[in-house]
Every structure is written in C-alpha cells, then in structure tokens.
C-alpha cells in the first residue's frame, strides 16, 4: 500500500509570490491534514479536509488556503510569501475525521527568500 | 482550545529508561497520541491512549490520567536509534494538535 505523497519535496520562492503543495493520500484515507512544522514552534494544524470539505481551520491568516477533490487528493495554497512562511509543510492522511491515527508524508520544505 | 506542554530537550543513556512527560488542557478530549519523528523525516505514529492507564508496546509504554491531563512516553533498553523527536498530540474529534515536541539525545 503506498504511503502519503507530497510533492514537490523540495523548493525555493521570493517574497510575495505564491506556491501550491500537493497531497495524494493512503488509497481509502478520506481525511487530509496539513500541519506547518517550524523548529521553534512544532506542528502547528493548518486545516484538515474531509470529502471536499474543509472540517477546522487553525489559526494561519487568509494567505493559506486549501482544498481538497473527489478523489481524496489535496491541494495548499500560500500566496504573497512572507520569509516566516517558510518551513516543513506536512501533510496527513486518515480513515476517519476529526484526529483519527495520522499516516504522514515526508513534507514539502519551502524556503522564502 | 488546546494546550500541550512537552520538555524542549533530553538526554539519556544507551541501555537506559527515559521518561518523556507530556501535559495537556483540552476541551472535549477523546485521546493522546506519541508520534517519533527522526531528523528529516515524517513523524510516525506510537501509541494511542484514551482511557487512563497505562499501554505496552514493546520497548515503548505510554500512561494516561485524564483526570491530570497528564501523558507520558516510557521507553527502556535505549537504543541510539531512539534519538529522534517525541511529539505528544492531543485530540478532540475536531483535529489534533500537537505539543512542540521533545528532541531525544541517546549517547553512549
């Protein structure tokens, strides 16, 4: 069974323009999580997605948006990059909503220059 | 909301047992979970504890009080592979947050 895949892996902005980080969850995961991982601050929850539709926002500015298709499949959004936003940008797949086990991937590791 | 309080760092001795406390205070809370996270790479999963008490699982034991909102991770017979982050997660149906995490450091 694959596991939850993130792409790209890898990547480097400027201030002030905008990225999209994809998600494919574990076959049969309905729910989708994206967490920002910083080293100071840990694991903070961005939004979760359940049957395209978003269940809980976290405390992120209108800047970070999401979304989510038939397919389970997920999409993030940032748009006019500050260099704070960057880190590890973690996502997670699960059978149920609402903080069931989390399977994640490896991240998306954004750097804002 | 959710608050989840861990220690930032700790270090420990190989063949050694190390404590990993994890305090939380969180509205309609339905489980604690401890994810291992090893440098540049995705956190794992565990345990999971939603009633009090305490779950064994090999190497790794993980305890609840509900009633202390208080968690902690047990793991014996250190290895160095154990030095990694330990994050305590908190859940409430809505999602799950998670505490800062505690960096592990197994010397020899």
């Known amino acids: 069974k694959a596991g939850v895949t993130q792409t790209p892996r890898y990547l480097i902005k400027t201030r002030g323009q905008q990225v999209t980080l994809s998600c494919s969850p574990i076959?049969?995961?309905?729910?989708v999580s994206w967490y920002q991982q910083t080293p100071g601050q840990g694991l903070q929850f961005l939004f979760e997605y359940f049957s395209e539709t978003q269940r809980n926002k976290g405390n992120f500015p209108g800047r970070f948006s999401g979304r989510q298709f038939s397919n389970s499949r997920s999409e993030m959004n940032v748009s006019t990059l500050e260099l704070g936003d960057s880190a590890l940008y973690l996502c997670?797949?699960?059978?149920?909503?609402?903080?069931?086990?989390?399977?994640f991937g490896e991240g998306s590791r954004l750097t804002v220059l | 909301g959710q608050n989840i309080d861990q220690p930032t760092e700790m270090t420990a001795t190989e063949g050694a047992i190390v404590q990993i406390n994890c305090t939380y205070q969180t509205s309609g809370f339905n489980g604690l979970f401890w994810y291992q996270q090893h440098a540049g790479e995705a956190p794992t999963f565990l345990s999971y504890?939603?009633?009090?008490g305490l779950e064994e699982k090999g190497r790794f034991s993980s305890f609840l009080s509900r009633s202390k909102g208080y968690s902690y991770l047990l793991l014996k017979e250190l290895q160095m592979k154990d030095s990694a982050s330990y994050l305590c997660?908190?859940?409430?149906?809505?999602?799950?947050?998670f505490g800062a995490g505690t960096r592990l450091t197994v010397k020899p």
């Open positions: 504890n939603v009633l009090d």
């Open positions: 997660a908190g859940t409430n149906n809505n999602d799950m947050r």
């Open positions: 076959s049969g995961h309905r729910s």
């Open positions: 997670a797949s699960s059978l149920s909503a609402g903080g069931g086990e989390l399977f």
